[in-house]
Nanobody, 126 residues
């Protein structure tokens, strides 16, 4: 049984940083494209970033987070992380970790991911 469990969310002031982690069980993160999505109240779930599976190591980021967010993978711990810097109130959302083995063209699409975490709240507010 596959499980993705996010951790590290919380409340942070504008300009601050947070690091989200996604611990995987039942799958090997290096063999999957690992993505992060977020959903703000009243909005659609949107792509944040992804790291393609081993052998096709490419990073993908939404324009809104490029240069501020960084994805990394720890194969030994079977985890994926999302380092978020220079956070602003528009980054407030429920953040989801996801895993899939889709084609490159599906990397930014929710449909490209088969497994999802429960989500974790990130709130940016003073």
């Amino acid at each position: 049984q596959v499980q993705l469990v996010e951790s590290g969310g919380g409340l942070v002031q504008p300009g601050g940083s947070l690091k989200l982690s996604c611990a995987a069980s039942g799958l090997t993160v290096s063999q999957y494209t690992m993505g992060w999505f977020r959903q703000a109240p009243g909005k659609e779930r949107e792509f944040v970033g992804a790291l393609r599976r081993l052998g096709a190591n490419t990073y993908h980021y939404a324009d809104s987070v490029k240069g501020r967010f960084t994805i990394s993978r720890d194969n030994a711990r079977n985890t994926v992380s999302l380092q978020m810097n220079r956070l602003n109130p528009e980054d407030t959302a429920l953040y989801y970790c996801a895993a899939g083995q889709s084609l490159l063209s599906m990397t930014r699409s929710k449909s490209g991911y088969k497994y999802w975490g429960q989500g974790i709240q990130v709130t940016v507010s003073s």
